[in-house]
């Protein structure tokens, strides 16, 4: 079955930087666009960052241009998010995302993923 395991996720200060990794299993990960999301309780799960099969078509969230990149290890099945600059605001649940489908390009409607991880915790704060 599908499995994602998010990891990476740490307590930084604003400014700081995080990479975050997630290993997938379960499922021909080069034929699957993917992507990250995050939730904060009580507010609505943001699409953050989404990649294409061969990387050549990249989503990001409006709120996270520029500061973070996506990417991915289609040899070793492996996703990635670096992320810097952080701000209080990017504090989360993160969540390593799959396509539902094989589909080409890349989506910015979160509805077009889904989630099979437990998430990795960012915190940042002074």
């Known amino acids: 079955q599908v499995q994602l395991v998010e990891s990476g996720g740490d307590s930084v200060q604003p400014g700081g930087s995080l990479r975050l990794s997630c290993a997938a299993s379960g499922f021909t990960f080069e034929d699957f666009p993917m992507g990250w999301s995050r939730q904060v309780p009580g507010k609505e799960r943001e699409l953050v960052a989404t990649i294409s099969r061969r990387s050549f078509t990249i989503h990001y969230a409006d709120s996270v241009k520029g500061r973070f990149t996506i990417s991915r290890d289609n040899a070793n099945n492996l996703m990635y998010l670096q992320m810097n600059s952080l701000k209080p605001e990017d504090s989360a649940l993160y969540y390593c995302?799959?396509?539902?489908?094989?589909?080409?390009?890349?989506?910015?409607?979160?509805?077009?993923?889904?989630?099979w991880g437990q998430g990795t915790q960012v915190t940042v704060s002074s």
């Open positions: 995302l799959k396509a539902h489908a094989p589909f080409g390009g890349t989506s910015s409607a979160l509805a077009d993923f889904g989630s």
